[in-house]
């Protein structure tokens, strides 16, 4: 069963769309790209070895010397690499943007759509709930439940909060659909890339929506504060160009729906939400 569009190493083709729209690096300087893809399928140990292919292509096509993309299904792994890697550019789900923003002063570059890349809407489903207040006081199982300021303030836009539920714990994408089908949660909150499985997972369909969230913006390629403005300008020009002409095919095969510029006025409303 998969969830997010297929095998994880998709992921590490947005970083070659991301650098192909890149101009040169300065001779000698490694140019570093985090992907932080977080409740997505598939391990950094699987995805690894595609980004590297695809960065040494990166670095060929636009002469670098040097180009490292590491891949990350957690913001704590990748936060505690950022000092000694001092990465130019990220791909980071909504969440881990957010929690990793402030502190290292990213700012909005672009923002990447995949094909059921997840975390663009949320929903609670159940079998017997009919509404966010039957869910209430019960079970609920989530695999987003470990990022709380996210969930509530960003995700439930303060309509509920996780200490309203009974949590039962869930680690992987398909837990809490099975939680409530096999009884040991009476609500699951899951995303967009979750339930387009359900008609996938047996007794899916006894499933229904008993509450969902408003569609939130999607992943973000985000630039730290070390490139310069004149870079970022460019790239943000050559961005919408890069799933055009030849390279179209090419981006609808790996999943890539769209890459676009984009700035933090694009997100400032779930910056606002998210708070400092």
């Known amino acids: 069963m998969r969830i997010g569009g297929g095998s994880p190493w998709r992921w590490g083709v947005a970083v070659v769309a991301l650098a192909l729209a890149v101009p040169c690096a300065a001779p000698a300087q490694e140019v570093g790209v985090f992907v932080v893809r977080e409740h997505g399928v598939g391990s950094a140990t699987q995805a690894q070895p595609y980004l590297d292919r695809f960065m040494a292509l990166a670095a060929q096509l636009n002469g670098w010397s040097a180009a490292k993309g590491t891949y990350f299904t957690s913001r704590t792994l990748a936060e505690a690499q950022i000092p000694a890697v001092k990465p130019h550019y990220a791909i980071l789900s909504l969440g881990a943007f957010l929690g990793l923003r402030e502190k290292h002063k990213l700012a909005v570059v672009g923002h990447v759509e995949v094909w059921r890349g997840g975390g663009k809407q949320y929903f609670l489903v159940s079998k017997e709930a009919a509404d966010l207040k039957s869910c209430k006081g019960k079970r609920l199982s989530s695999d987003h439940a470990d990022d709380p300021r996210f969930v509530e303030r960003v995700v439930a836009g303060g309509a509920f909060k996780l200490a309203e539920f009974t949590l039962v714990p869930a680690t992987r994408p398909l837990q809490p659909i099975k939680h409530v089908l096999g009884g040991d949660a009476d609500c699951a909150l899951i995303d967009d890339a979750q339930q387009a499985e359900l008609g996938h997972v047996e007794g899916g369909a ?25 870079e970022r300008q460019r790239l943000q020009e050559s961005m919408a160009k890069i799933c055009e002409g030849e390279a179209k095919a090419a981006c609808n095969e790996v999943g890539i729906v769209s890459l676009k510029p984009a700035t933090d006025k694009d997100y400032a409303g779930v910056v606002a939400l998210y708070g400092k």
């Open 206 to 230: 006894e499933l229904r929506v008993a509450w969902s969230s408003r569609e939130l913006p999607p992943m973000v390629v985000a630039v730290f504060p070390e490139v310069d403005a004149a």
